[in-house]
T-cell receptor
């Protein structure tokens, strides 16, 4: 069955430091992968997506992610974190059996310390 | 104006009551979805619809029903609410293209006492 694992439930990063959020997926073919962000009390906003091609994907707000097929990973990175990046981050893969519905990981909460 | 709207935004109800959550979209998308979010569990799919005549169960459809009244409207009903249905509910839409992304509404926070 398809699944998405985000190993880190909660991460704290100092403002200005680099960030990497981990995501591993289980999927037989080439996956369609997404990262969403949810700020407190808000809905979900798409940060970036990967379908094919270049394995390094650029997104909004200075985020990027790298698809590594050999490791079944799609980790999210940012070189310098801002206090406004504090939020919950979700990795998702498009479900194979439910059309274009998404299977989400359980999320990683990012806290930013000053 | 928001492309995907949900009403109500917050609702408190009692066990056994019937509740309807509504979703409307102005994006012109054919596909609509209902998810629920629980702390530590991420989002899970309840129902999805590819058009007005095509409705499908998701991972956790038990205790829920849906109605696709029009292309732009997709409602989620809890026929007899129970406390473990307390959650944040999201509606989402996407275009028919397989390379699509999903656009989410702001969510409805439902509390069942």
């Amino acid at each position: 069955a398809q699944s998405v694992t985000q190993p880190d439930i909660h991460i704290t990063v100092s403002e200005g430091a680099s960030l990497e959020l981990r995501c591993n997926y289980s999927y037989g073919a080439t996956p369609y992968l997404f990262w969403y962000v949810q700020s407190p009390g808000q809905g979900l906003q798409l940060l970036l997506k990967y379908f094919s091609g270049d394995t390094l994907v650029q997104g909004i707000k200075g985020f990027e992610a790298e698809f590594k097929r050999s490791q079944s990973s799609f980790n999210l990175r940012k070189p310098s974190v801002h206090w406004s990046d504090a939020a919950e981050y979700f990795c998702a893969v498009r479900a194979n059996q439910a059309g274009t519905a998404l299977i989400f990981g359980k999320g990683t909460t990012l806290s930013v310390s000053s | 104006d928001a492309d995907v709207t949900q009403t109500p935004r917050n609702r408190i109800t009692k066990t056994g009551k019937r509740i309807m959550l509504e979703c409307s979209q102005t994006k012109g998308h054919d596909r609509m979805y209902w998810y629920r979010q629980d702390p530590g569990l991420g989002l899970r799919l309840i129902y999805y619809s590819f058009d007005v005549k095509d409705i499908n169960k998701g991972e956790i459809s038990d205790g829920y029903s849906v109605s696709r009244q029009a292309q732009a409207k997709f409602s989620l009903s809890l026929e007899s609410a129970i406390p473990n249905q307390t959650a944040l509910y999201f509606c989402a839409t996407s275009d028919w293209d397989s390379y699509n992304e999903q656009f989410f509404g702001p969510g409805t926070r439902l509390t069942v006492l």
